[in-house]
């Protein structure tokens, strides 16, 4: 038997055990969105970084006012009090402070990082070691990271965790809740839940943008190989300390992945809870589609080294399983490999042998875009989460995503590729240059 007989049905066997863990993600999201959670024993610091006005701003942060918590903390902080989102952060605060169960609500300035320009080492472009709203800048972490620190360093002895939302989510009413009940297992170290990108407007790059952002959130389950998510993620403020994130922190670009990291290294888990799985609208364009491919797996291969290799080898995997087979289905055909000379199992052909591959690879990708779809679509419709508006742009986004499932590996393929080159990124209007996990040099405006 030649021996891409052995390599087809090793690719089909591959396929199928895949598949298989899929669909078990797929029933653990369904299992547990559903799960009521009442567990206000932790006293929790919800913090939430803001830089500009985001989709559906007012309606973002309205929901994090009206959790069903009752034993939490509200801080927003934003880099300089010119920021847009600081007079409609205050604004809210008067509108909702009422109505909220926060205990206390604070909109906090951190002060902007900003560049030092006799520095030589960075021809001008590092950080300046500056005073700002009370804190020094840093010379190594984001403006995300140094907005979060200096709530971090704020907090009191009676904080037993720190939540983390970002201002382009929409969240449910017990979103904390969710959030906050696996912590009370000591293997729990963080949990998390993600992002579904709702379009915006209903352009094709954002309606791809939501249908390849839904086949990572697909990876997501029961499982130690899940990575935190920064913009809906929980961790109890002695772990974090015991784990040394702060003072990692302060020397990163990445808030979710060197918490996974470092959560991952004292042999913890970091728990998905579907219930957390959140809306973000968002509108882009072609060029702003690859742009933020590039950037999350090129901080991805920075900070997840195995994370990223993961993704490129099963990216690389499907691409070859699917495009490849048809090549070769069509090439053994037009080059007569279906000769009695060809050795064959059971009458199975080289051209019938990777068309079989095509086939199943094809239909298994099929069967993931159906299966995430509905597995998000009973996930929103819960509470009535969205407006009639938000469920035409989510089917929108369906159909796209099911008619095109077989392009969205070769994309994301693309994305890890262009990830190689490089370290240089623009992340809400700052550029960063990652030099390793520890060092990140900021590039200013």
């Known amino acids: 038997m030649a021996w891409y007989y052995y390599i087809a049905l090793a690719a089909i066997l591959i396929r199928l055990l895949l598949l298989m863990l899929d669909y078990r993600n797929y029933r653990y999201a369904l299992a547990k969105y559903k799960r009521p959670r009442s567990w206000h024993a932790l006293r929790v610091a919800l913090i939430v970084p803001c830089k500009g006005i985001d989709s559906d701003f007012h309606k973002n ?29 205050c604004k809210l605060k008067d509108q909702q402070s009422k109505s909220s169960k926060a205990h206390d609500i604070k909109i906090m300035v951190a002060g902007s990082v900003r560049r030092e320009t006799s520095d030589p080492r960075f021809r001008g472009d590092r950080l300046a070691p500056a005073k700002a709203g009370g804190r020094e800048t840093s010379t190594a972490c984001s403006q995300k990271i140094h907005n979060l620190l200096y709530c971090y360093e704020r907090i009191g002895d009676d904080i037993d965790v720190l939540a983390f939302a970002d201002s382009d989510i929409c969240v449910r009413s017990d979103w904390l809740n969710q959030l ?54 929980a961790i109890r403020v002695d772990n974090f300390r015991r784990l040394g994130l702060d003072k990692i922190w302060p020397k990163t670009l990445s808030d979710d992945l060197s918490l996974s990291q470092a959560v991952k290294k004292a042999d913890m888990k970091v728990q998905f809870v579907p219930a957390c799985l959140a809306a973000s609208h968002e509108s882009t364009t072609w060029r702003g589609l690859f742009e933020f491919g590039r950037r999350q ?30 090549a070769l289905a069509i090439y053994a055909k ?19 042998l990777f068309t079989t591959v095509f086939i199943v690879f094809l239909a298994v990708l099929f069967i993931k875009a159906v299966t995430r779809q509905n597995m998000i679509s009973k996930l929103f419709k819960y509470e009535n989460r969205l407006s009639s508006i938000e469920y035409r742009a989510l089917r929108a986004a369906m159909v796209i995503d ?24 623009c992340w809400r209007g700052i550029r960063y240059k990652l030099i390793s996990p520890t060092e990140t040099v900021v590039l200013g405006d």
Do not use: C, H
């Not at 300089?80 to 952060?89: F, G, S």
């Not at 037009?334 to 019938?352: A, E, M, R």
């Open 297 to 326: 797996f090129l901080i991805t291969r920075v900070y997840s080294f195995g994370t990223w290799l993961l993704g490129l080898t099963g990216s690389l995997f499907s691409v070859l399983g699917l495009w490849g087979g048809a």
């Open 334 to 352: 037009v080059v007569g490999w279906d000769s009695p000379n060809q050795g064959f199992i059971g009458g199975l052909k080289p051209t019938l």
């Open 61 to 89: 942060i309205t929901s994090l006012f009206n959790q069903d918590y009752e034993n939490y903390l509200l801080w927003f902080v934003v880099g300089d009090k010119q920021d847009p989102a600081y007079n409609e952060l």
């Open 402 to 425: 099911i008619l095109a499932f077989g392009l969205w590996p070769l994309l994301l393929f693309i994305f890890i590729i262009s990830s190689t080159f490089g370290r240089t990124i």
């Open 180 to 233: 906050v009940w696996p912590l009370r297992q000591d293997k729990i170290g963080a949990s998390s839940g993600y992002r579904w990108f709702i379009p915006e407007k209903n352009n094709l790059a954002s309606l791809v943008l939501s249908a390849v952002n839904g086949t990572i959130a697909q990876l997501l389950g029961n499982t130690r190989l899940n990575e935190a998510w920064g913009g809906s993620m």
